[in-house]
Every structure is written in C-alpha cells, then in structure tokens.
C-alpha cells in the first residue's frame, strides 16, 4: 500500500502545540497507560507523560515506551463482568511493574476497550477504575477502534479507522469532533468482513458441499487437516466445543491459502468479506461528510487487524481501499506504526494535557 501522507511516517504534529517529556515537581516521573482491550487480548503500555507546548515539534521517535504487558480478553460482552475487571487491573498493573513506576506516578488512564458500546459501558468500566487508581489519575474509556485510530493518526481523531480481526468496526471522527461507528456488534449481528465471519462461510461451505447442497471446495481437506480431523462431520462437534469466537477466526490463514491456490469458494468468501468491509467504511464516510461536499475531500482511513495484513496473492485491505477510492479518490490509507495501545496511551496524553488547558493549569 501507498500514501502520501505524513500519517503513514509518523511525522504528526499537534495543532498548536508540541510535545515533550514532562516532569513534576514530585521526584516519580509522571505516565500515562495506554490499554487496547480486543476481543483476543489486552495490551498496556507505560509510558511518560507527553505534555504540550506552544511551538511546533514532532512526537519523539521512538516514542518512549517505559512498560508494557498483555493478558487475556477484557470484553465484558464476551468474559462476563468479573473477568473482564480482572484483566484489565492485572494487565495495567504488570505494565506498572516492568516500568519500574508506581501507581501513585499514574496522571492518566486511556482504555481502548471492545464491548464499549453506549455510555452505561463506559460508567461500568470507569467505576471499575475508580477503585483502583488514586482520585487525581484522569481516567478516559473509550472503545477499542478509537485507540486503533490514533496508533495511525498519532494521537489525532480525524478520518476513519477500520479493524478486521476476530471481529470487524469502522469508527470515524469529523474535524468538528462528531463521531461515527458501523459494524461491531460481533458475530450474531453481522460483523461478516471479519475473521470469524470469513470463517464461519468457510466452514459453513465444506458442511454444504458433503451434503451435496454447495459446490466441491478445496477448503474441506484444507480445514480438516489444519484440525487434525477426518471427516466434515466432525466439524460439528469441533465447532460447539468451545464457543470463543478467536477459535473460529484462526481458520482464516487456511481460507486465504485455498484462495490464492484458485478455489473459486474460497475467493467468493473473501471478495465479499471485501465488500463488507467497504461498506462498513462508507457507512461511516457518509455519516461524517468526511469526503466534504464535492466528494473528493482527503481524510485517512487507518487500517488495523490481521485480516487486512497483506498476503502472497490476496491484500484483503488492499482490496477494500481500491473499492474506497473509486467512490473517494481523497481517502488513503494508512498502516500504523504503533500498536493501538500507544495510541490509547497518546490520546491520554492529549486528553489530560487538554483538560488542563482548559482549567487553566498549563
């Protein structure tokens, strides 16, 4: 992929301001915890508090990066409540610790976190934080697409972000601060450019084909041999063994290779997979008049997730730009060259050095 944006090296900087280590007057260095919680795992980084200034400098690269850890899934649609709370303080307290900080240099808390849906998602996990951090710490919830967004943006929340991994969202935001989503219900509602959805079709064409109600598919042999199994109906038996969605989504790899090998079903599952994922994004590109009036406005659309990490033949995200840019020759795309928990980690940063700002602090 192609841009010839600044996004795409990094090279972002702050309107009206530039960053820069901050220190306190205390003798702890104060940070900030990035976490990106996806329906797979959880990620936190530590990483110093970035504050701002008025002159115009550039993000440090490498960004500073003091700690990080990773656990388990923090959807509390898909762990339930308790597990869910339980990650999220587990991984932001291994992050603390192989930072070599301590919770009391903690100035902000950025969560970018899947299953954060509607404002009641955002109090339950804020009051989850409340307990465990200091009154002072500035404590942000947002969902996981929009820490997905800054990693490509750098901390800026303008254009669309898309994520294709076990599940699939776009999430956008307009100059003006408005938002937008798509998508990202999870599997029973309709995530179908995901990677369990890509999978689901697959396995759903090999039990077509041995009934005799779909066509002969290179994905039955290919799928079974990935699961060590040796008969389409035991696929049956596979599937609702264990209902994580993850599981399902790891077949993807094998739909990919049976695509670029010329099976015609399995290419029919990824164009389409395609085309939802366009979708997905106009959805948003409409709601936001991201394009502006005249349809060739320039905005970014990042792209996250290991659906869209290009392959041999088959550039799934490749694929669903090229769709974009006929409707909208000013979208381009952008692939992050952090991970979204620095991301989550960088609008903490911004959000506390703006709400400082504001109450005249800074």
């Not at 850890?69 to 869910?84: P, Q, R, Y």
């Not at 020759?329 to 506390?352: I, M």
């Amino acid at each position: 992929m192609s841009t010839t944006n600044n996004f795409q090296n990094g090279e972002v900087s702050i309107d009206r301001f530039d960053l820069h280590l901050g220190s306190e007057c205390n003798e702890e260095e104060p940070v900030v915890l990035g976490v990106d919680g996806g329906t797979t795992s959880t990620i936190c980084v530590c990483m110093p508090l970035l504050r701002i200034s008025n002159s115009h400098n550039h993000l440090p690269d490498p960004l500073p990066v003091l700690g990080r850890a990773i656990a388990g899934c923090s959807n509390h649609n898909s762990v339930g409540e308790t597990l869910a709370r339980d990650t999220l303080e587990q991984v932001m307290m291994e992050a603390l610790s192989t930072s070599g900080s301590k919770k009391s240099a903690v100035q902000a808390v950025c969560l970018g976190v899947s299953g954060v849906n509607h404002p009641n998602d955002q109090e339950r996990i804020l009051n989850w934080l409340r307990e465990i951090f200091p009154r002072h710490v500035k404590l942000y919830v947002q969902n996981d697409a929009v820490a997905a967004l800054a990693s490509g943006s750098m901390g800026k929340l303008h254009g669309c972000v898309l994520i294709a991994g076990t599940g699939s969202i776009a999430y956008g935001f307009s100059e003006d601060g408005k938002e937008a989503r798509a998508a990202g219900g999870g599997p029973v509602l309709g995530d179908w450019g995901s990677g369990y959805g890509i999978a689901a079709q697959a396995l759903t064409s090999v039990i077509r084909a041995h009934d005799g109600r779909g066509p002969h598919t290179m994905l039955t042999n290919s799928i079974l041999k990935s699961l060590s199994l040796s008969s389409p109906d035991e696929l049956i038996g596979w599937t609702y063994a264990d209902p994580s969605w993850a599981r399902i989504a790891a077949l993807v790899p094998v739909v990919v290779t049976c695509a670029e090998d010329g099976d015609d079903v399995a290419n029919q599952i990824l164009n389409d997979a395609v085309e939802e994922l366009a979708l997905t994004v106009k959805a948003v590109v409409h709601k936001l008049g991201l394009c502006g009036q005249d349809g060739s406005g320039e905005f970014p659309v990042v792209l996250v997730g290991g659906v869209l990490i290009p392959n041999k033949n088959w550039d799934i995200g490749q694929k669903v730009v090229d769709r974009l840019i006929k409707t909208y020759p000013g979208a381009f795309p952008v692939l992050p060259k952090v991970e979204p928990a620095v991301g989550a980690a960088l609008l903490g940063c911004n959000f506390y050095m703006k709400e400082k700002e504001r109450n005249g602090v800074i």
